[in-house]
């Protein structure tokens, strides 16, 4: 049985009208000596594409999932592989992420939730195997059950603590199982509604032993993959520990967690922090810690996580300059965390969705190169801190100079002649490129 009316996606070239056709993702082409698709590496979400309904906080879901009898069987669950592995094989995406529940049905108890993962994982190993599809991450999902209401690794209960930490150790060995090439941990309650009631000291202490036993575990059962931590600052939680990529970095470096950990940094995460995206890839890679990418975009208009599909194109660019600019993605690559607006309730639509997000990122990562074969803006960023590259700036960066050395050149030297940083010109030798 087939969900999906369509066939395979295939290159068709920016003339095509097909809209079930890429125009510019295609997937073997050499951008740069490297083939698109070991460039962009992307992934699907199971949550997104298998299990979001659609539904809003005023009212209900309006996805078609004509596969899907509504149940919370393991047998629904199983139907839902084949559905997803067709999904993955029209849209040509290689790699795919999940939250445990969204895999398996969560039962009346642990023993029983973890044997109906074991049965699902199973099944995923036998496509993985089939159609060579990998597994980007998994994670578990430890914020939508009521027991996570007050945190999973900080809640005030050290049962809850428990309940998650057990669920994370076998996220961890289903990860493994299926020779998952990264972990992920996202907070989505690890934070707090007040501090009236919150001890952050310890919550943070706590949350930062949590992540120490899960590199215990992981070098137990041999996953040798990153974790990404993966930054938010805001909803559910009113406040959330992990609230951008540099208080992430802070608490990583705190608590020694950096040798395993990278960042995993989301577009709409981004802005919802106050960012652009460029500004949480850039704090990340300046310092090797970028992993991975949640691709996605928020609405000008609303604030809060819309998880749109990305189609704008300068965001595509920037995000293209940063991965390029880090030498490519090594275990990570570009996660669809992306859902499609309600009324676009067709199975279709989530090929259409995925069609654009693609080929946003094709033209991206080509413009990308582009500017960066080009030269000019390189260019210019080196000019300008030239001075820098001078004997004073030598003694400046490698930290031989002193107050008292600059204070006498500032005496004697005058005042200097600051050049221009053209933004408006930059601005339009990108725009030449679009
Ligand atoms: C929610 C997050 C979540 C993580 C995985 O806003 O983006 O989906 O990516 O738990
Ligand atoms: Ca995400
Ligand atoms: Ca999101």
Request: with cysteine; net charge negative.
């Amino acid at each position: 049985m087939q969900y999906f009316d369509c066939d395979k996606i295939r290159y068709e070239g920016p003339g095509s009208k097909n809209p079930l056709a890429f125009k510019h993702y295609n997937p073997d082409e050499l951008v740069g000596g490297k083939a698109m698709k070991d460039h962009l590496r992307f992934a699907g979400a199971y949550w997104h594409v298998m299990r979001n309904t659609l539904g809003d906080p005023f009212g209900a879901g309006t996805a078609h999932m004509p596969w899907d009898d509504g149940s919370n069987s393991v047998e629904n669950a199983l139907r839902r592989v084949d559905v997803f592995f067709e999904f993955l094989d029209k849209t040509g995406i290689e790699f795919y992420c999940w939250h445990d529940r969204d895999i398996a049905p969560e039962l009346n108890d642990l023993s029983a939730s973890n044997q109906a993962l074991d049965t699902v994982v199973e099944k995923l190993k036998t496509k993985q195997a089939e159609t060579g599809v990998k597994l980007l991450w998994g994670t578990a999902c430890l914020f939508a059950h009521p027991r996570y209401a007050q945190g999973a690794a900080t809640s005030p209960d050290a049962r809850v603590y428990a309940y998650a930490a057990a669920q994370v150790k076998k996220a961890l060995e289903c990860t493994k199982a299926l020779d998952g090439l990264g972990y992920t941990f996202w907070g989505g309650r690890e934070g707090y509604a007040t501090l009236l009631n919150t001890d952050m000291k310890r919550e943070l202490d706590h949350l930062a032993a949590f992540l120490h036993m899960a590199i215990e575990h992981a070098d137990q059962i041999g996953f040798d993959g990153p974790f990404y931590i993966e930054p938010k600052p805001r909803e559910p939680s009113t406040h959330q520990y992990d609230s951008d990529a540099a208080a992430c970095l802070n608490f990583l470096r705190q608590y020694g967690l950096t040798d395993r950990f990278k960042l995993n940094i989301e577009a709409n995460h981004a802005t919802l922090a106050g960012h652009t995206m460029e500004h949480e890839l850039t704090v990340s890679a300046d310092v090797g810690m970028l992993g991975s990418i949640d691709a996605n975009r928020g609405d000008p208009l609303i604030g809060w996580d819309t998880d749109q599909f990305p189609t704008d194109i300068m965001q595509t660019t920037q995000i293209m300059l940063v991965v390029l600019g880090m030498g490519g993605f090594t275990t990570g690559g570009l996660n669809f965390d992306a859902k499609r607006r309600r009324e676009s309730h067709d199975p279709l639509d989530l090929i259409h969705a995925h069609i654009g997000g693609m080929d946003a990122f094709a033209r991206g990562l080509k413009i990308a190169h582009a500017i960066r074969e080009d030269g000019r803006l390189a260019a210019f960023v080196r000019e300008r801190y030239a001075s820098f590259d001078t004997e004073l700036g030598r003694r400046i960066e490698s930290g031989a100079c002193s107050f008292a050395e600059l204070e006498k050149l500032a005496l004697t030297g005058g005042e200097p002649a600051l050049a221009s940083g053209r933004q408006e010109m930059l601005e339009n030798l990108i725009n030449e490129f679009l």
